[in-house]
């Protein structure tokens, strides 16, 4: 059983910053590409950022110079730094990772972001 634990959302003002952070647990064997997802209501959930194990990075367009995504191989854990913050951002943000030589993806619960003054 793998699990995705994710923290750090809530509501913040435009302008603002959160971080996010999903830690994975349980039989995984090798954590391969890392990501954030999200999704807002009515609308279909979308790539935010990735990380693969060597640490290359990608970003949707609507997020690049405000969001930046780091994880930690020997915790297991990806972050989500997020700044800049707009109303638009407002979603369930779910982690996502995904197993090497397996096509087995891993979806957390999701963590709300609401931005609004």
């Known amino acids: 059983q793998v699990q995705l634990v994710e923290s750090g959302g809530g509501l913040v003002q435009p302008g603002g910053s959160l971080r996010l952070s999903c830690v994975v647990s349980?039989?995984?064997?090798?954590?391969?590409?890392m990501g954030w997802y999200r999704q807002a209501p009515g609308k279909q959930r979308e790539l935010v950022a990735s990380i693969i194990r060597s640490g290359v990075t990608n970003y949707a367009d609507s997020v690049k110079g405000r969001f930046t995504i780091s994880r930690d191989n020997a915790k297991n854990s990806v972050n989500l730094e997020m700044n800049s913050l707009k109303a638009e951002d407002t979603a369930v943000y779910y982690c996502n990772v995904n197993s090497v030589g397996s096509p087995n993806t891993y979806w957390g619960q999701g963590t709300q972001v609401s931005v609004s003054s």
């Open positions: 349980g039989r995984i064997f090798r954590i391969g590409a």
